[in-house]
């Protein structure tokens, strides 16, 4: 194992320290491992709180500040955050608006947050909503899940349910918004390589040369199908025709479509991957409004890529383009 850590026990603690050191227009509480706005609570403003195990930088901690979320909860790798972690976040970021839980669909993950919602209800009366991200069409059960699995979506529904929020709408408006990104976004994934979580030291799953893991999860899972490697154009199509043949992308103002780095992979490969996806939007007659590509929610060190696909309206791309400033996503402020 060779890795940019000093102590598998201690990489999650080290990596927010250093988080605090970097962007000091955040601030940590390191006890807590929660990361939140400098600023929050933002008073009259809907908080925003999301979370899950750690290894899938920038996502949480990446996309907390104006325009996205005000707080990010960082449970160990691959590993769901515990209440007492949300239910410290949920109380930092109450402006008097209510709070907003965004969740991925991982067993741990739903269960935390529901007890954390329940408790903070107890604790302080603010009224709390959670929506549950589950756009990935590999798989309906997994190791992790009861359902669909929440991946590339919940990276698209935090930029614009927090462009909504910043702009004073209410709590059930804001949920009702991110509930609608939910069941319009669809993702696909596959992996060039197993990811090695630092506690273990070695690859989660053998991956022979010459294959492919197709519809992985974002935490080491094994996909459903194992293929032989292809050409990226042959690897589009097989993310793709799945997203497309599990919702109607066509109408309405396009899509964004986001193609996502696992984190071992460079961004020209995503960028060749980017143009093969582009191009069967376009043979489908599914114009692209707008488009993401990077390493937005990650696996470690795992070698390989997801496609997203939302389907955009007016509203939704209005809420795309309003100004974000985090560490991972910052254009128009």
């Known amino acids: 194992m060779r890795k940019l850590i000093n102590d598998p026990a201690t990489v999650v603690a080290d990596a927010l320290h250093g988080i605090a050191a970097a962007h000091p227009d955040l601030r940590v509480d390191h006890e807590q491992r929660v990361v939140l706005r400098a600023d929050a609570p933002v008073r009259g403003k809907v908080g925003l709180v999301s979370g899950g195990g750690s290894g899938h930088e920038p996502l949480h ?18 590993t769901s955050p515990v209440p007492d972690q949300m239910v410290a976040a949920t109380r930092a970021v109450d402006g008097g608006a209510g709070v907003l839980h965004i969740v991925k669909n991982y067993t741990g993950d739903v269960m935390n947050f529901e007890m954390a919602a329940e ?8 009224e709390i909503l959670s929506v549950v991200t589950d756009d990935d069409v590999a798989v309906q059960d997994s190791l992790y899940t009861a359902g669909r699995r929440g991946v590339g979506v919940t990276v698209l529904l ?3 349910a927090g462009a909504a929020a910043d702009q004073g709408r209410p709590l059930a408006e804001v949920a009702d918004l991110a509930r609608r990104v939910n069941a319009h ?7 060039l390589s197993s990811c090695t979580v630092p506690a273990a030291g070695k690859p989660t799953f053998d991956l022979p040369d010459g294959q492919l893991e197709l519809g992985i999860g974002i935490h080491g899972e094994p996909g459903r199908h194992r293929v032989p490697a292809a050409p990226a154009r042959e690897i589009a199509e097989m993310l793709v025709a799945p997203i497309l043949a599990d919702l109607d992308f066509t109408g309405g103002d396009g899509v964004i479509a986001f193609v996502n780095g696992m984190g071992a992979t460079p961004l020209i490969e995503l960028y060749v991957m980017y143009r093969e996806v582009a191009s069967i939007l376009a043979k489908a007659g599914i114009p692209v409004a707008r488009s993401l ?16 696909l939302l389907r955009a309206d007016d509203e939704l791309l209005r809420l795309w383009d309003a100004p974000v400033r985090t560490p991972a996503l910052r254009w128009g402020a």
């Open 61 to 78: 901690a990446g996309f907390v500040g104006p325009g996205m979320l005000d707080a990010a909860c960082a449970g160990e790798i691959f």
């Open 119 to 126: 408790i903070a209800q107890a604790q302080t009366g603010a």
């Open 158 to 160: 935090e930029k614009i």
């Open 185 to 191: 976004g669809r993702s696909m994934g596959v992996a």
């Open 293 to 308: 590509v990077g390493p937005y929610i990650t696996s470690l060190d795992m070698a390989g890529c997801s496609v997203t």
